[in-house]
């Protein structure tokens, strides 16, 4: 059984140069698993930020599940939740994202191969407007080229 993505961030592709990717677990209730696991879920101008040697996830919009009990009227979809790293992870996010001014972003949401709600978190640099516009004339020029591979056939 391959991963399922459920939501990816590309948003964060296009703000920030991405350096380094880690995997780390989310702590969700059942109600936001059934949500996520339909695809329920945006990462957009979503952050991870890290406090007394813990890593949480603000602002991941997930929808509520729409077989949801009255007992749960106060749900948050936007809440901070916390995300399941090693300690050394944690730390040496923490330390660059202190030191270099780099940002931890959600990249990707997926269903694991064992059945687990995943978060691929990575560390990025900001990208400037000259950047942007340089990596979308790559694309553009990529696109081409590729096009004319196919009418050279």
């Known amino acids: 059984m391959e991963k399922k993505v459920l939501n990816t961030n590309r948003k964060a592709f296009h703000n920030y140069e991405i350096l380094e990717k880690i995997e780390a677990g989310v702590v969700l209730s059942g109600h ?3 949500s996520a696991r339909k695809s ?8 991870v930020r890290f406090s007394n040697g813990e890593a949480y996830a603000d602002n991941i919009f997930i929808a509520p599940y729409e077989h949801l009990s009255s007992h749960v009227s106060d749900y948050d979809a936007k809440r901070k939740r916390k995300l399941l790293m090693n300690k050394s992870e944690i730390n040496k996010f ?3 994202v202190k030191e270099k001014g780099l940002t931890a972003v959600p990249l990707e949401v997926y269903v694991s191969q064992k ?5 691929l978190v990575g560390l990025g ?3 400037r407007a000259y950047d942007k516009k340089e990596s979308i004339k790559k694309k553009d020029v990529k696109r081409d080229l590729a096009r ?3 009418r050279k056939f």
């Open 115 to 119: 059945g687990k709600i995943k978060i």
């Open 148 to 150: 004319e591979g196919v």
């Open 125 to 127: 640099k900001g990208k």
């Open 40 to 47: 329920n879920i945006s990462l957009s101008d979503s952050v």
């Open 94 to 96: 923490a330390q660059k």
């Open 32 to 34: 936001e698993v059934k």
